[in-house]
């Protein structure tokens, strides 16, 4: 079946000493072979909107063997894939990072997926109430924490161990859900940890050893109020993980960890989590 190619945003290229070097915000590739010329004109009409049999037709020498190529590269995604009202927001880049990970050919079911999933919200809404409504545009079901066999269940707070701290860790250790935890800091956010269905850690075993050892971990006792000026890149970077999380493919760098994140002086720490021996939650899981 015809796909309809389309180049990740930004993607950058140019031909040099007869090899076409293509950077796209996941990967940088150098291209070699007779076709140089022909991917870097493909790259420039691939809009998404025009199918790969049309543009082969459109261009000289063009072949489908070369749109593959940029498949196969990864330099290239089947724009099939965005739900169309993620698209007519101009969301699409927050899924884009998810598309790179995953096979070209299974782009086209992303829409359906995505339609089948729900999010449980606990926790404060207000912070994420830009992720949901991100997440929605994409067809997702986004309830409460009381939504039946949520997908993925996202902790919002401001403030560590509330009430819905230890419901949404106790849904998570009963289900296949994945967990992602986040919350604003009064200079970024702290975003994880992220925990499969067959994480070894939970949420309880993170902060019994916070109590334990006051290391490894920090409770917060702050408020983050108002509009942060890093809100709308909070709100995309969760969005993103969200959408990895929802189509199975959870970065590395996440995956039983946190991400921490410093607005202002540009840093990220990744700390791990680990578990606690003969954790109440999770210790027999
Ligand atoms: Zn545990």
New binding site residues.
Partial sequence: MDSYPAAYSPTGYGIHDGEAVVRTPHTVKTLQGDGVDVICELLAVMDGTTAASELIDRIPEGDAEFIDLLYEAGLAYDARAIPAELKTEGWEGLLEPALATMAHASHRDVPERLAACTVAVFGDREPVSGVCSRLQAAGVSVGDGTADDPDVILLSEQLERSESWTDANEQWAASSATLVKTRLTETGWRLGPVLTADAR??L??VYSRVDANKAGGQLFTDVVTGDPPYMAAYTDTVTEILFRALLGVVPRYLDEQFAVYDHYEGRIDTPRVF??PH?E???DA
């Fill in positions: 850690a939970c309880n075993c578990a606690s954790c939650v999770c210790d």
